[in-house]
């Protein structure tokens, strides 16, 4: 019976007293919220962004490129109204010297021409501007000696052009030849070149020092575009 009582109590005590949580001194713990952690930062990938980066500098690098090609590029030609030229070649001491877009006779005692239908130096592709002169010439006119001494000169002398709105295109010797009186290839385009060709008449191949009468030959002075 004694045991029955005890055990009795001891549940009561349990009952009453209740469930207690913490330390020393049995005080109950308020409830703690746990805060809400907000979305983690998107990793990075730093190799994608080094990518990135250099995607955009080549593409920078590129229109430079294109805009510093653009810059460079020929300047636009504006196409003389009146075809006359002015021809400059100092190994032969001639300075600004006419030349007519005329082969007639009349127009070579006057000084130098330039045969119709061959190219002028303003034109597009493939050119070869050719020109024609007397050696010896008429007194009191261009043509007078204008190209006695053309037979001297060497690979690399400047020759130059001038139209009438004064641009100016320069040239540099390449070659001489020496041909026929009807060997007219010598006056087409140079495949891949931009020319002007010099003629004058010659005692015959290889004499340039007899000055006529028989003038059986051509020499050409061929000069490329610099």
């Given at each position: 019976m004694a045991l029955l009582v005890l055990v009795l109590l001891l549940l009561v005590v349990l009952v009453v007293g209740?469930?207690?949580?913490g330390g020393m001194g049995g005080e109950r713990l308020d409830q703690v919220n746990t805060p809400v952690v907000g979305q983690a930062p998107e990793i990075v990938d730093?190799?994608?962004?080094?990518?990135?980066?250099a995607a955009e500098k080549e593409t920078a690098g590129e229109e430079n490129t294109e805009e510093e090609a653009a810059e460079e590029?020929?300047?636009v030609v504006v196409v003389p109204d009146d075809p006359t030229l002015f021809l400059t070649v100092p190994r032969l001491s001639l300075f600004e010297h006419t030349v007519r877009n005329d082969d007639s006779e009349q127009a070579l005692d006057l000084g130098a021409i330039k045969i119709p239908g061959?190219?002028?130096p303003w034109q597009k592709g493939d050119k070869n501007t050719y020109i024609a002169c007397h050696r010896l010439g008429w007194p009191g006119t261009e043509s007078y000696?204008?190209?006695l001494n053309l037979p001297s000169i060497q690979q690399g002398d400047e020759i130059l052009l001038k139209d009438v709105n004064g641009t100016v295109?320069?040239?540099r010797v390449s070659e001489t030849l020496v041909v026929?009186?009807?060997d007219s290839w010598v006056t087409k385009p140079v495949t891949g070149k931009d020319v002007v060709s010099l003629q004058t008449c010659i005692e015959a191949p290889g004499d340039f020092l007899t000055l006529g009468p028989n003038w059986s030959a051509r020499f050409v002075v061929r000069a490329e575009r610099a």
């Open positions: 209740g469930p207690r949580v730093e190799q994608t962004v080094a990518d990135g980066e590029e020929e300047p061959t190219d002028f000696n204008q190209c295109y320069e040239y026929g009186p009807n």
